[in-house]
């Protein structure tokens, strides 16, 4: 496949995608290919780090907000690949 057509098919899904508004998501370091999402409703979220795919095998996250620990937060332009959009 050439980089124009991968690029094309990873449009195509995130267009197909329905979108989960959230108000933030950052990478867990504790567990790699983990990322944790906060909801609109405010519950944090921890799932698998699917890039290109809605995140599957999702949890409740019961630790401390992101924002007050060391995460990297995930910049807002990657969130259509996660399937998610500013809520």
């Known amino acids: 496949m050439t ?6 098919s990873l449009e195509m899904k995130v267009i197909k995608q329905a979108k989960t508004k959230i ?16 909801t609109v409703e405010e519950n944090l ?6 890039w290109g795919n809605p995140p599957q ?9 992101p924002n007050r620990t060391q995460q990297r937060e995930v910049p807002e332009y990657l969130w259509k690949f996660y ?3 500013k809520g």
């Open 45 to 50: 979220i921890l799932a698998d780090d699917t």
């Open 23 to 38: 108000k933030g998501a950052w990478y867990f370091e504790g567990a790699p290919n983990k990322i944790i999402f906060e």
């Open 83 to 85: 399937g998610f959009e």
């Open 3 to 8: 980089q124009e057509m991968i690029k094309n």
């Open 57 to 65: 095998h999702q949890s409740g996250y019961k630790g401390y907000h």
